[in-house]
């Protein structure tokens, strides 16, 4: 299994992070995530406060595969976790089930590229 660490931010209790997996003996698929590791002092737990599974592609694995996944950055708005690169914008809420409200991306898609 190969793994990619992509982004993280540091939040009240712990961190989020946003990552990446590919398994090549199940799946040329690679498959994204965003969780929250809790903090315990200065120490990082061994497992995830909460883990939601995103829905980025389909994106398989090749040679060139390594620049797109790292394209990928994210941001927290309240509940929502924004993950987004030049061309895509998708946006997960970290309260209930994952979820893409396409009006919302279309809001931020709009909002991002202000930035860019």
Known sequence: MV??????????????????AHCPDI??????AVGSIPLTGTTLTNSFKWFIPIKIGPMYYNDDIESTIHSYRFILAGWEIIVHNQQNVIVVSSKYQPSVNL?????????INLFF
Not at 27 to 32: A, L, R, T
Not at 103 to 111: K, N, V, W
């Open 27 to 32: 799946s040329p698929q690679i498959h994204f």
């Open 3 to 20: 793994t990619w660490l992509i982004d993280m931010q540091p939040i009240d209790d712990g961190i989020v992070v946003l990552m990446a």
């Open 103 to 111: 009006f919302y991306t279309c809001f931020c898609d709009s909002i």
